[in-house]
């Protein structure tokens, strides 16, 4: 049987939800609930799906929608930022290692 792998952005959209309201995680799922279908939740049955999160990453609809819903538009910009960020540390370390090929060269040209 194959395993499902499932978007590791829903798994990080939950957790940044969870960090920006200071909340744990399984608070996440059962105010997902309850902001969803209109009740509260039963603790078994948010149990049962926090399981299968803790398990298998896998984020139902509704509580990627609320966890979407939570987190600020700045934070967005701030994961932009971080990736931009990784990018052009990528470039510099590219650029070092260029320059330390350049200063090799030069050294076994003058040796």
Do not use: H
């Not at 049962?48 to 509704?62: A, G, I, M, S």
């Not at 939570?70 to 994961?79: D, F, I, K, M």
């Not at 990784?86 to 040796?111: D, K, P, Q, T």
Request: glycine share 2%.
């Amino acid at each position: 049987m194959e395993r499902i792998v499932y978007d590791p952005a829903d798994t990080d959209c939950v957790v940044s939800a969870a960090n920006y309201l200071e909340v744990s995680e399984f608070a996440i799922f059962s105010d997902a609930y309850t902001a969803w279908y209109g009740k509260q939740a039963p603790d078994k049955q948010v149990e049962k799906v926090f399981v299968q999160y803790l398990q298998e990453n896998k984020v139902p609809f509704w509580v990627r929608n609320y966890a979407r819903s939570r987190v600020p538009e700045e934070a967005s910009l701030t994961e932009q930022a971080d990736a931009d960020a990784r990018i052009a540390n990528n470039y510099l370390y590219l650029a070092s290692i260029i320059a330390e090929y350049v200063l090799l060269g030069c050294y076994l040209m003058l040796r």
